[in-house]
């Protein structure tokens, strides 16, 4: 009885020391999802382009995750998380030394491509590992804490790695960014250990991702969650730092550091709602309250001119906050698909999800090179607040359809209903 006792704390460290490895590959994923946008006006003056052109090279980190999500599931539902993102953290690496060393656009396009369809590993396989080694009562809160660490990550790739931009330059800042994921590749094999393995020929794994794709639910909850990542996608992760900059005068460490608390916002509410979520046992009623503040947040961001700096940095705050209720949509779409196709489900939420960052990131860019008025300094178009505040208004259209979904799917009081 001692071993078999000795042998399970030994097993849940194991899974506890995994699940941390994919949440730190989280961590690190976001670091890389946000990085150009701390770098848009070296970019800009060394390859001579346009806020939509630095859009749609950004976009291609999520033209690859949101890209690879259905795969990633599909592949983790039957070959398990361990030798995946072993694979993925050498990929990123890979990823970071091209767009640091290629002197072209299209190498930097396909940079950001390969980081992102590797990373898109991260927090899925953290998911993977929280669903097969602990207790559903403890799914969103694992995953809510994941989702912290990716915020975290967010954070970092703002104020702090522009410092590291300026003090070597963005190529030095890549290849120093490389190495992270070396580190998790080796911690992945080392950690991650695989407890179910889907089995069946290919024609078996796509019966279940069609199973899952003609479920009304998962569209529902999928678009939702694409109404959440909006502003932390398109204002956070890229277009607030120069708009910021522009309408309160900051540098762009300091802008950074002001839209980070976006992603500090997503932070601390992940972990808190999918706490209150498994412990009042539904799932719907804080999303659609989460839904509802983070688009009221980002209307008065981009509506209302001449906010003073204290209340941008709390809008940012509480956009993000309630943002975070994404988190119960991985939960509730995990709850009303079965068992065996878990991953896929969640892989399907995260493809729209990220996919913010791919429609959101190129199109906000679009709108500003259309308002765009001619100047320019230091050889990076400038914009007005005007054209800035007609481009967000797209993210508050996103935010209000997400509410509508919310609105329209199920609760399923936290239990799986399939």
Not at 32 to 52: H, K, Q, T, W
Not at 108 to 118: E, H, M, V, Y
Not at 292 to 311: C, F, I, K, R
Not at 324 to 343: C, K, M, Y
Request: proline share 4%; hydrophobic share 55%; aromatic share 10%.
């Amino acid at each position: 009885m001692n071993k078999s006792s000795g042998g399970d704390r030994l097993a849940q460290r194991l899974a506890l020391f995994g699940w941390a490895t994919g949440a730190f590959f989280f961590f690190y994923a976001w670091i890389l999802r946000v990085a150009p946008s701390v770098m848009i006006d070296e970019l800009m003056r060394d390859f001579a382009v346009g806020a939509g052109a630095v859009g749609s090279l950004s976009a291609f980190y999520f033209y690859g995750y949101a890209g690879m999500q259905i795969p990633v599931g599909l592949l983790i539902d039957r070959f398990g998380p361990r030798r995946l993102m072993t694979v993925a953290g050498v990929g990123c690496a890979a990823g970071c030394v091209l767009f640091a060393l290629t002197p072209a656009l299209w190498g930097l396009s396909l940079g950001r491509f390969l980081i992102g369809a590797t990373a898109a590993f991260s927090l899925v396989g953290a998911m993977a590992v929280a669903g097969q080694w602990f207790p559903p009562t403890r799914f969103a809160l694992l995953s809510g804490l994941a989702m912290m660490l990716g915020m975290a990550g967010g954070v970092f790739g703002q104020a702090p790695l522009r410092l590291l931009v300026e003090r070597l330059d963005w190529r030095q800042a890549s290849l120093t960014l490389a190495i992270g994921g070396v580190l998790l590749a080796a911690a992945a094999f080392a950690t991650v250990r695989d407890r179910l393995r889907g089995s069946g020929s290919l024609f078996h794994v796509l019966a279940g991702t069609l199973q899952v794709s003609r479920n009304r639910q998962t569209w529902l909850i999928a678009v939702a969650g694409l109404g959440t990542a909006g502003p932390l996608l398109g204002f956070a992760g890229l277009w607030g730092v120069p708009f910021l900059a522009m309408t309160q005068g900051l540098d762009r460490a300091a802008a950074g550091g002001v839209t980070s608390m976006m992603f500090i916002g997503w932070g601390v509410g992940a972990p808190m709602l999918g706490w209150l979520s498994d412990r009042i046992g539904r799932r719907k009623l804080p999303f659609v309250a989460g839904l509802v503040l983070s688009s009221l947040s980002m209307a008065a961001l981009a509506w209302v001119p001449g906010l003073p700096l204290w209340a941008v940095t709390a809008l940012c705050f509480l956009c993000g906050f309630g943002g975070s209720g994404q988190i119960l949509g991985f939960a509730a779409v995990r709850e009303t698909n079965p068992p065996g196709v878990a991953a896929t489900a969640i892989g399907i939420v995260n493809c729209l999800v990220t996919g913010a960052g791919a429609l959101f990131q190129p199109l906000l860019g679009w709108l500003l090179d259309l308002a765009w008025t001619g100047e320019m300094a230091g050889g990076a178009r400038v914009y007005t607040a005007a054209a800035y505040s007609t481009a967000f208004s797209v993210l508050v259209a996103g935010g209000v359809v997400g509410v509508l979904c919310t609105l329209a799917m199920r609760e399923t009081h936290c239990r799986p209903l399939a």
